[in-house]
């Protein structure tokens, strides 16, 4: 067999591989919206869920997803900023590196009901902080840290030299220079990447199970006070997610129309997902596009 019909035979077995794991997933999404997209209604979106009775919706679930999100990003992104910084910029080349590296590595794949089971005992048991939203935006936290401090990393990495040089030829500071010339050139990246990590973020389940619960307390939204039980705003009540709700509902649903929350939950969550992938996308070809003056 000649080279050319061997490259040819590679090149279609590398096509038939892509169109397949396309093909997968636009099955899976497509019957994700077409099944659900249906039952999505304005009602749905805005009222509370029902145990019993039929008519539920997923208001409060929905907050929670994207409460427990904003807290998620508040803990694990300075914290993510400060270590991609310094293994981009600070760190020796040294074992020591290595190890907090191949740290990261294996932070980043541990199971999520592993994390969860870790931070239930830690967090909820031994601290006492309970079920609450904290307790998830910890575990989740475990969750972020790794991706994004990769991606800070990686993006500060990909900045030139020559900024760099640039900036300590006029005189600044290497911590002035990163801050002032390097960093500002890498938001396009780093952007992108905690966009992505919160699409994650919103779809985890398992290790919300055993930290934020898996009770939906009546909450209120006219309550600002966030030391309030009942307030929407205090982190420490208990919050089950839009991921929670519809694993709950599929295991242990009891009302008439527990297929249909199902389904509809499930192509909000979806929706979501895409939302905030699709957005990562723009958001960072627009940011690099404006910050580079590339047209």
């Not at 997209?37 to 009775?53: C, E, G, M, N, R």
């Not at 919706?57 to 409460?67: A, E, H, M, P, T």
């Not at 396009?188 to 699409?199: D, F, K, M, R, V």
Request: proline residues 4%; charged residues 10%.
């Amino acid at each position: 067999m000649n080279p050319k019909t061997t490259n040819k035979i590679a090149i279609g077995v590398i096509y038939s591989f892509v169109a397949l794991v396309v093909a997968i997933l636009i099955s899976l999404i497509g019957y994700i919206l077409v099944t659900g997209v249906p039952h999505i209604s304005w009602h749905f979106l805005t009222a509370k869920s029902q145990s019993f009775l039929a008519g539920g919706g997923i208001r409060d679930q929905l907050f929670n997803s994207v409460y427990l999100l904003f807290l998620t990003l508040l803990l694990s992104f300075p914290i993510a900023l400060g270590s991609g910084i310094y293994l981009a910029e600070y760190a020796p080349k040294n074992w020591i590196t290595d190890v907090i590296r191949t740290t990261i590595e294996v932070l980043s794949s541990l199971p999520s009901v592993v994390v969860g089971l870790f931070c239930y005992l830690l967090f909820v048991v031994q601290m006492h902080i309970g079920f609450s939203i904290l307790s998830g935006a910890i575990a989740l936290t475990f969750f972020n840290l790794p991706l994004l401090t990769r991606n800070i990393e990686d993006s500060l990495k990909s900045v030139s030299n020559l900024q760099r040089e640039a900036g300590l030829s006029l005189g600044l500071s290497n911590w002035k220079t990163i801050m002032g010339i390097v960093l500002p050139a890498a938001v396009p990246g780093i952007i992108t990447g905690i966009i992505l990590s919160a699409g994650r973020v919103f779809g985890e389940a398992a290790a919300l199970i055993y930290t934020a619960g898996q009770s939906a307390p009546i909450i209120d939204y006219a309550n600002w006070n966030i030391f309030s039980d009942n307030s929407f705003l205090n982190p420490m009540r208990p919050a089950e997610t839009l991921a929670v709700h519809i694993w709950k509902v599929n295991s242990e649903g009891i009302t008439p129309d527990a297929n249909l929350v199902s389904s509809g939950s499930s192509a909000v969550l979806i929706i979501v997902i895409l939302i905030f992938n699709l957005s990562a996308h723009w958001l960072g070809r627009l940011l690099y596009k404006k910050m580079t003056s590339n047209s």
